[in-house]
């Protein structure tokens, strides 16, 4: 099946810096990509939808310029954290969505823990 | 808007008995339904998705789920949980042009 990879699965930062984190399609092209974040006990929460070669779409209470999205390719999105700080710390998840012959199926990435010191 | 409710945090079952994980739904059009298994430290994998064809939906590992339009159910079923079964399951919805939305979750723990 479709494969999305995450990068870094981990990461550990001080207060303050910014952190990017990369969602990839490895064999297919994703023209939307969704992430999500999800805090400890909790459901995944949708934060942007992101479109390849245009600006992301912000779920209401995200902050775009605190979360910045890129699509610039239709297998690589990136999201970066910055100035980030110990309430961001939390489990970022990616999808991929495409459409082919099964239909339509989002495809999730293994998830990015961060921790904010 | 839609919106998916998931009747139980935790569920626990003995090895070899029957699983049954509740969903709920609400919206104002035909849905498409999608249950994800996550298990620790791994991605999300899709178990099976409702899109209209069949009410009985069949997914990997044995599991399926049931649509009943009547009750806004869409229960997922097991006949005998193994161990490995045990894990987070989403009961998921698909609110417009493939973004989702998520319910809370439930833990399912499998007992020897």
């Known amino acids: 099946g479709a494969v999305v990879s995450q990068h870094p699965s981990r990461v550990i930062c001080k207060s303050g810096t910014s952190v990017k984190i990369e969602c990839r399609s490895l064999d297919f092209q994703a023209t939307t990509m969704f992430w999500y974040r999800q805090f400890p006990k909790q459901s995944l929460m949708l934060m942007a939808t992101?479109?390849?070669?245009?600006?992301?779409?912000?779920e209401q209470g995200v902050e775009k310029d605190k979360f910045l999205i890129n699509h610039a390719s239709l297998t690589l999105s990136t999201l970066t954290v910055t100035s980030a700080h110990p309430e961001d710390s939390s489990f970022y998840i990616c999808?991929?969505?495409?459409?082919?012959?099964?239909?339509?199926?989002?495809?999730f990435g293994p998830g990015t823990r961060l921790l904010v010191l | 808007a839609q919106s998916v409710t998931q009747l139980d945090s935790h569920v626990s079952v003995s090895e070899g008995t029957p699983v049954l994980l509740r969903c709920n739904y609400s919206s104002s059009y035909s849905p498409s339904l999608f249950w994800y298994v996550q298990h620790p430290n791994k991605g999300l994998q899709l178990l099976l998705k409702y899109t209209s064809a069949a009410t009985l939906v069949k997914g990997i590992n044995g599991f399926e789920a049931e649509f009943k339009k009547s009750e806004t159910s869409f229960h997922l079923t097991k006949p005998s949980a193994h161990m490995s079964d045990a894990a987070e399951y989403f009961c998921v919805g698909r609110t417009s042009y493939g973004k989702l939305t998520f319910g809370q979750g439930t833990i399912l723990t499998v007992h020897p």
């Open positions: 999808s991929a969505w495409t459409s082919g012959g099964a239909g339509e199926t989002q495809y």
């Open positions: 992101s479109n390849e070669g245009s600006k992301a779409t912000y």
